[in-house]
């Protein structure tokens, strides 16, 4: 929504403004600005009380708060700009008295009307009739899980969740397996209850009882004479809940019977509801449909919910050429362009039904058709965005920016959930209260989960703690969530850059696919998200366009040298860029930056660059350096750098910390000091790499008290370093450690990882207690020969992983027998061990264990000598003298 996103931009600039910069400020202009924030918070306040009541002031209070917003930043960077030359007082007190007064007007309009609206209104329902049994193509896995839940054990009352986006077809699920026959012979009665947004407690339970009542008489009856109950039950619309409640469930009292509640946006309706359903013991089932993940676990956690999944290309089109020719087939020449258009559907059961409406109207003609095919998306715009936008309108206020930003990424991008965080906090999406235990990235994260429950963000993967690594929308959702995007004036995606001039007037946000910015003339821009970048404007003319940039993410472009125009973005808090040079000082200029992302321009010519979780170096790696003026930036949160950096020390005196600094990687050769310790106490994230192993005080990282992930590479002697207590995750790379130290190390951790020879030694053996936290476990790249441990020496271990550990022959047949444990991932490696991890997949599977999952892949690479010969000419012409070229009359691993 971007009246709430406006106005909590806005709120953090008045703060930041009255607490870090009114020395610029006269004393009018001070108070000026501190009424503002005053208004402003109650404006936010509002909006979240009474979203209903909000709906037609969110236009004027977005345009109000940009106005306020771009005065300070405008007054705040001429300041900056030119330090000689004042800006006038007189004007921008006349402009911030202007814009208090219109929020001292409509805040006084919302407080008038505002107590008539003492809840929470709820937005009508809007619902997709079931499509009948021919509707299930690609449900039949759907349908037998669902079915064996209904009618297998336990025989107590259970309720079973299905969850999934809107148009996944979760209704029409539950109706075949309501309407099927071994459903209809198993329970005594059967009831479908249609919830929707539009909830009324009473309504529900009179629905529950007429259910029933109309079920019996049909079976005594018949339908004639059961169609009167109905006028009969609207006699007891004034009689209390609680008397239709003890109704209904002596009713169901001694039955089986089966209760299908569809479409259910709120846990009231759950708590409203649970005491009328009796648990017998009789194997009765309530089936719930939902697309809000926390619904689907409310009820009994214990219990885990049906997920939809989209459909594949497959039954994407059976489905569309099922409704489309019914029992006929399909002509051979509209067999290609019909499976284009399915596939188009990009797997959502409702988008291929309504495209199949389209095409049952229209000659079946292959021009017809193509005609369609390059207008799919349009011709099931309007129906699909109705059902879509109540998963949006259903949003609270302040998850809604959020989830309108994501559609800044391009079609089908796979988006990092950590880039993602870091935008939102530049943003200033997050409610952060003041004395919150929490994070802002941590705060940011619930608030991905909370899309990822509501099924509008899609998990493409996640991390080993289990928190979401990568994410992504459907084609469908980032159509809705552009277009709602646009009408609120929020967020502009840039597709021509011929249109760019066009409509660019007071935009805020902007994304576009762009080799060229040149066109691109809008003053009020605070975020811009450039993904096939080639060069910015000169540094005069950039500055005056994007003044205001608050936002500068370029990746999509390299640069040998870092671009100087830049530094002259006061405003700016997030900047990533692709470059291959030094950052020069004159960073320091930009006091608001708190996040910092460096990738290289051009990885592959560099020695030093990262590539799967590796760098090769050697004492001659090249490196670049961070400016001393790095010390003088508190705001910065996160430095991220994908190449090789040396950090300067602090300069003497320094006593100002980075208190917010929570990322830092990765940095070469860091000389660990008091000192330094002293200026990132807060450090939560680090990766370093060493060239030796001496003269670093490794020991000292000891005192890194919020250190909770670290990565190091080089090799580093364990007897060395000593790690902090709050330590969670670390990798090692190309270290000096014996088997025997990993006991040391592995008391404290959840995951930990060996890479690249870390551990040397032919055998490895635990005892208990050693791991009583480790999930996580990957050893990649080992000599290790023999592993001797028991079950009990990983309590908790739910993922183990092993690559290129080709002496190892064996995995111990107790890890099988950890009860945490969900997977065991082989890779590249030998043919006995692949057997003894089969073995355990087929022994646990004996005992019933059906939940560990094995995973086996051996690719193998043979190379010839005429092979290996232009392997070895490839790594001298490129200079990557820490390319490896392996070759024996074995087979190698790729």
Same mark, same amino acid.
């Given at each position: 929504m971007a009246a709430y996103a406006?106005?909590?931009?806005?709120?953090?600039?008045?703060?930041?403004?009255?607490?870090?910069?009114?020395?610029?400020?006269?004393?009018?202009? $001070?108070?000026?600005?501190?009424?503002?924030?005053e208004y402003v918070i109650f404006l936010l306040s509002f909006l979240q009380d009474f979203p209903q009541k909000s709906k037609r002031w969110e236009v004027k209070m977005r345009d109000v708060a940009h106005e306020a917003e771009d005065i300070i930043k405008q007054y705040i960077s001429q300041l900056s700009y030119n330090r000689w030359i004042r800006p006038s007082n007189v004007k921008f007190e006349d402009q911030l008295s202007n814009v208090s007064q219109?929020?001292? %007007?409509?805040?006084?309009?919302?407080?008038?009307?505002?107590?008539?609206?003492?809840?929470?209104?709820?937005?009508?329902?809007?619902?997709?009739?079931?499509?009948?049994?021919?509707?299930?193509?690609?449900?039949?896995?759907?349908?037998?899980?669902?079915?064996?839940?209904?009618?297998?054990?336990?025989?107590?009352?259970?309720?079973?969740?299905?969850?999934?986006?809107?148009?996944?077809?979760?209704t029409t699920l539950a109706r075949n397996v309501y309407d099927d026959l071994l459903t209809v012979e198993h329970f005594h009665i059967r009831v479908w209850l249609t919830v929707s947004q539009d909830y009324n407690a009473q309504k529900v339970l009179l629905d529950v009882l007429h259910s029933i009542n109309l079920f019996e008489q049909r079976m005594c009856l018949g339908v004639e004479d059961s169609m009167v109950l109905r006028e009969e039950q609207m006699h007891r619309e004034e009689t209390d809940d609680s008397?239709?409640?003890?109704?209904? /469930?002596?009713?169901?009292?001694?039955?089986? /019977?089966?209760?299908?509640?569809?479409?259910?946006?709120?846990?009231?309706?759950?708590?409203?509801?649970?005491?009328?359903?009796?648990?017998?013991?009789?194997?009765?089932?309530?089936?719930?449909?939902? @697309?809000?993940?926390?619904?689907?676990?409310?009820?009994?956690?214990?219990?885990?919910?049906h997920v939809m999944r989209f459909m594949d290309d497959s039954q994407s089109w059976d489905l569309l050429k099922g409704k489309v020719f019914a029992n006929n087939n399909c002509p051979p020449q509209l067999e290609h362009v019909g499976k284009e258009i399915a596939r188009s559907c990009a797997g959502l059961p409702l988008a291929v039904v309504l495209v199949a409406g389209f095409l049952s109207a229209v000659n079946k003609t292959h021009s017809s058709w193509e005609e369609i095919s390059k207008n799919v998306n349009p011709s099931v715009g309007e129906e699909l965005e109705r059902i879509l936008s109540l998963s949006y309108t259903h949003l609270p206020h302040h998850l809604r920016p959020c989830f309108l930003f994501?559609?800044?990424?391009?079609?089908?991008?796979?988006?990092?959930?950590?880039? %993602?965080?870091?935008?939102?906090?530049?943003?200033?999406?997050?409610?952060?209260?003041?004395?919150?235990?929490?994070?802002?990235?941590?705060?940011?994260?619930?608030?991905?989960?909370?899309?990822?429950?509501?099924?509008?963000?899609?998990?493409?993967?996640?991390?080993?703690?289990?928190?979401?690594? *990568?994410?992504?929308?459907?084609?469908?959702? @980032?159509?809705? *969530?552009? @277009?709602?995007?646009?009408?609120?004036?929020? %967020?502009?995606?840039?597709?021509?850059?011929?249109?760019?001039?066009?409509?660019?007037?007071?935009?805020?946000?902007?994304?576009?696919?762009?080799?060229d910015i040149g066109n691109i003339w809008c003053p009020t821009i605070h975020t811009m998200l450039c993904f096939r970048l080639r060069s910015f404007p000169s540094s005069p003319e950039f500055v005056r366009r994007f003044r205001l940039l608050r936002i500068l993410d370029a990746m999509g472009g390299n640069s040998k040298e870092f671009p100087s125009q830049v530094f002259e973005l006061f405003h700016l808090r997030y900047l990533a860029l692709k470059c291959s040079s030094s950052i020069p000082?004159?960073?320091?200029?930009?006091?608001?930056?708190?996040?910092?992302?460096?990738?290289?321009?051009?990885?592959?010519?560099?020695?030093?660059?990262?590539?799967?979780?590796?760098?090769?170096?050697?004492?001659?790696?090249?490196?670049?350096?961070?400016?001393?003026?790095?010390?003088?930036?508190?705001?910065?949160?996160?430095?991220?750098?994908?190449?090789?950096?040396?950090?300067?020390?602090?300069?003497?005196?320094?006593?100002?910390?980075?208190?917010?600094?929570?990322?830092?990687?990765?940095?070469?050769?860091?000389?660990?000091?008091?000192?330094?310790?002293?200026?990132?106490?807060?450090?939560?994230?680090?990766?370093?790499? /060493?060239?030796?192993?001496?003269?670093?005080?490794?020991?000292?990282l000891k005192h890194l008290n919020q250190l909770e992930k670290l990565e190091l590479f080089g090799r580093v002697e364990h007897n060395l370093i000593t790690f902090p207590r709050t330590l969670k995750k670390l990798t090692l790379v190309g270290g000096e450690f014996p088997w025997g130290d990993m006991s040391i190390i592995g008391s404290l951790l959840q995951v930990l990882k060996l890479l690249d020879y870390t551990c040397y030694g032919d055998t490895w053996e635990t005892t208990d207690g050693e791991f009583p936290q480790l999930r996580?476990?990957?050893?990649?790249?080992?000599?290790?020969?023999?592993?001797?441990?028991?079950?009990?020496?990983?309590?908790?271990?739910?993922?183990?992983?092993?690559?290129?550990?080709?002496?190892?022959?064996?995995?111990?047949?107790?890890?099988?027998?950890?009860p945490t444990l969900e997977l065991i991932e082989v890779e590249y490696c030998n043919e006995c061990l692949e057997k003894s991890v089969k073995?355990?997949?087929?022994?646990?599977?004996?005992?019933?264990?059906?939940?560990?999952?094995?995973?086996?892949?051996?690719?193998?690479?043979?190379?010839?000598?005429?092979?290996? $010969?232009?392997?070895?000419?490839?790594?001298?012409?490129y200079g990557n003298y820490n390319l490896r070229v392996l070759a024996d009359d074995e087979h190698q691993f790729d």
């Open positions: 406006a106005l909590a931009s806005l709120s953090q600039t008045t703060h930041l403004t009255i607490n870090k910069h009114k020395s610029h400020f006269s004393i009018v202009a $001070e108070e000026k600005i501190r009424s503002i924030h219109k929020l001292c %007007l409509m805040a006084g309009d919302l407080i008038d009307d505002g107590p008539a609206h003492s809840r929470l209104a709820v937005s009508s329902s809007s619902r997709v009739a079931s499509t009948g049994n021919s509707a299930v193509v690609g449900l039949d896995e759907d349908l037998m899980a669902i079915k064996d839940r209904l009618c297998g054990y336990p025989s107590k009352l259970q309720v079973i969740p299905i969850v999934g986006m809107g148009g996944i077809g979760k008397t239709i409640a003890e109704t209904v /469930y002596k009713k169901l009292k001694g039955r089986r /019977y089966l209760i299908v509640m569809d479409d259910v946006w709120s846990t009231k309706v759950w708590d409203d509801v649970r005491n009328i359903f009796p648990n017998d013991g009789n194997g009765s089932r309530i089936l719930l449909t939902t @697309r809000l993940g926390d619904i689907a676990t409310y009820p009994y956690s214990n219990s885990p919910p994501i559609g800044v990424f391009p079609e089908d991008e796979i988006i990092r959930a950590s880039r %993602l965080i870091k935008l939102w906090v530049a943003e200033g999406f997050l409610k952060h209260q003041n004395g919150c235990s929490k994070s802002l990235e941590e705060e940011a994260e619930e608030y991905l989960e909370d899309l990822v429950k509501r099924n509008l963000v899609t998990v493409t993967s996640r991390k080993s703690d289990g928190k979401i690594k *990568c994410c992504s929308l459907h084609d469908m959702v @980032r159509d809705l *969530c552009i @277009r709602k995007a646009l009408d609120e004036r929020f %967020l502009r995606v840039v597709v021509d850059s011929h249109l760019v001039r066009q409509g660019m007037i007071n935009e805020r946000r902007i994304s576009f696919k762009l080799s000082s004159v960073i320091s200029n930009l006091m608001n930056l708190q996040t910092l992302i460096i990738l290289p321009a051009f990885p592959m010519f560099k020695t030093s660059y990262k590539w799967k979780g590796h760098w090769r170096i050697g004492e001659d790696v090249s490196y670049l350096s961070l400016p001393l003026e790095i010390w003088r930036m508190p705001q910065l949160r996160h430095i991220v750098l994908y190449d090789l950096y040396m950090l300067p020390h602090p300069p003497d005196g320094s006593n100002l910390p980075l208190v917010n600094l929570q990322s830092l990687s990765y940095i070469i050769d860091l000389v660990w000091t008091e000192q330094i310790l002293e200026m990132i106490p807060n450090v939560k994230k680090l990766g370093l790499v /060493y060239r030796s192993n001496k003269g670093y005080h490794f020991h000292l996580f476990l990957l050893i990649e790249g080992s000599a290790l020969q023999h592993w001797i441990t028991e079950s009990s020496h990983f309590p908790r271990l739910q993922c183990l992983v092993l690559r290129w550990c080709r002496n190892l022959r064996e995995i111990p047949v107790s890890i099988g027998e950890i073995q355990i997949n087929e022994d646990q599977q004996s005992y019933g264990n059906d939940t560990l999952r094995v995973r086996v892949s051996h690719y193998f690479l043979s190379l010839d000598d005429s092979l290996v $010969e232009l392997a070895k000419k490839i790594k001298e012409s």
